[in-house]
């Protein structure tokens, strides 16, 4: 077979299988579609398809059908972190700017403190979970970040499911997760800075700085109908510029969206958007990101990882939570409430850690344990939140 059939095989695979598998088997209480679409992504990779069929993996997704993939999967991703960016309220976060700065900060310092400490400890071990470019303290301040993520995108999703998206409660867990988005960008933009490019790196900011107030102004005299052409053009260049200055497109696509104006874009028409890149063209991401996973170092210490990050992560994001909880006088339960919706991981950790592992900071196998970790904590969310919704424990207005 051609190129062009082998490539429609893995389509129909990667989109048909996870749907099957979340329908007939009811997953959504536990595992939305966009997990299943994760888990499927890392069973069709290397570590399990591969070694069960090797010949029947080197044949579905042979080199250039993964090439091909991996274009998809770009543009899919730039995509969903662009409308990530836009979807940032800050004006939100300065109005109540006291308690979303000391909750985002103690939700996002916590994990990160333990996730540090938990890196430190892989590190330590000297089982291959360092990267061939990576320097350690890039590895314990990357590993800490992924351990204190929050995605936006995909705490909306959930929050819509348990219907607390528009209501008080889940403004303000969209406020804290706000704060935390711009920290991530910020520390990976970091981690990647490259001191034999950092004079590129440094022009680029400084000429997104100054791009961005006449894009600003263009934006605001256009039709909103000719605003929706203008996004991918700026997305595109804001991309292919930063990846050139030596940080990755990743960052171009949140700061493409993050200088816009969400109201700018009709919000029923901005969600659609969202849906349907979740729903046509994010599911190639998570099938290249099941390619790239590795259990070199053993299976059973990725799994033990996986775990201890897990632990990081989870006692981390509560801890800090209940801080902030208990400093502002929150009713008893609401801390735990919002942390463990402030848990929700998946989508935006998946991203960061892809850039991680294509920089070289974290090997594989680190790579996959934070996956494994991601999965687990997003899966948590619902199962633990929605008894004491249904039990009327919510946080108060």
Request: aromatic content about 12%; overall charge positive.
């Amino acid at each position: 077979m051609g190129t062009s059939e082998t490539f429609l095989i893995a389509m129909t695979i990667i989109f048909g299988l996870p749907y099957l598998i979340w329908r007939l088997g009811r997953t959504d209480y536990v595992a939305p579609l966009v997990v299943v679409q994760i888990l499927t992504g890392i069973v069709l990779g290397p570590g399990v398809l591969g070694a069960a069929f090797p010949r029947y993996y080197a044949t579905v997704f042979n080199p250039a059908v993964i090439q091909t993939l991996n274009g998809v999967a770009w543009w899919a991703v730039m995509l969903f972190v662009c409308i990530a960016g836009l979807e940032l309220d800050l004006k939100q976060s300065w109005r109540h700017r006291r308690e979303t700065v000391l909750t985002a900060a103690c939700a996002l310092g916590f994990p990160l403190l333990l996730g540090a400490l938990a890196a430190l400890g892989l590190l330590a071990s000297g089982a291959g979970w360092l990267g061939t470019a990576g320097r350690g303290w890039q590895f314990v301040l990357g590993v800490g970040m992924a351990c204190a993520v929050t995605a936006l995108p995909i705490l909306m999703l959930l929050m819509e499911k348990l219907g607390i998206l528009r209501a008080p409660l889940g403004q303000r867990v969209l406020r804290y997760a706000s704060l935390d988005d711009l920290a991530i960008w910020a520390v990976l933009a970091l981690i990647l800075l490259d001191w034999a490019r950092v004079g590129r790196q440094l022009a680029f900011i400084a000429g997104f700085i100054v791009l961005a107030w006449p894009f600003r102004a263009l934006m605001r005299r256009l039709r909103e109908s000719d605003r929706w052409y203008v996004l991918p053009i700026w997305l595109a260049a804001c991309g292919f510029t930063a990846d050139y200055a030596g940080l990755h497109f990743m960052v171009g696509a949140f700061l493409a969206g993050a200088v816009l104006d969400r109201d700018w874009f009709d919000l029923a028409r901005l969600d659609l958007l969202r849906h349907h890149v979740l729903l046509v063209l994010m599911p190639v991401f998570f099938l290249s990101t099941g390619l790239r996973t590795s259990w070199a170092v053993g299976g059973w210490a990725v799994f033990i990882a996986a775990a201890w990050l897990l632990a990081a992560a989870v006692i981390g994001k509560l801890a800090g939570v209940a801080l902030a909880g208990r400093v502002l006088g929150w009713r008893r339960g609401e801390a735990w409430t919002i942390g463990w919706l402030l848990q929700t991981k998946a989508l935006i950790m998946i991203i960061f850690t892809n850039i991680l592992l294509d920089r070289g900071v974290i090997s594989a196998a680190a790579f996959t344990a934070l996956l494994l970790m991601a999965v687990a904590s997003t899966m948590l969310t619902v199962p633990m939140v929605r008894p004491r919704l249904a039990a009327g424990q919510v946080a108060a207005p």
